[in-house]
Nanobody, 115 residues
């Protein structure tokens, strides 16, 4: 079992920055992948950035060069630094981890980019 709690969302103007955090607790030693997703109403949840099971780091093309994913060495916390934010980045952002063949999700944090 893994519990995830996101924080750091909010309202920001276009061009601004936010840093999201995802605090993980429970069986974090068994985490094999850690990822950020986002979802807007009427659309499917999409992968934003992630530490994949292969060990690689992936970014969605729409955020490459603007967003940076990072995590603590013990995998207890994952971050998403978001710079040069655009209105189209507005979404609910979810933390996801893959542990022993199972996906776990956080409750989500709202990011709104608007002037």
């Amino acid at each position: 079992q893994v519990q995830l709690v996101e924080s750091g969302g909010g309202l920001v103007q276009p061009g601004g920055s936010l840093k999201l955090s995802c605090a993980a607790s429970g069986s974090i030693n068994s985490i094999s992948a850690m990822r950020w997703y986002r979802q807007t109403p009427g659309k499917e949840r999409e992968l934003v950035a992630g530490f994949m099971r292969s060990g690689s780091i992936n970014y969605a093309e729409s955020v490459r060069g603007r967003f940076t994913i990072s995590r603590d060495n013990d995998k207890s916390t994952m971050y998403l630094q978001m710079n040069s934010l655009k209105p189209e980045d507005t979404a609910v952002y979810y933390c996801n981890v893959f542990v022993l063949s199972r996906n776990y999700w956080g409750q989500g944090t709202q990011v709104t980019v608007s002037s």
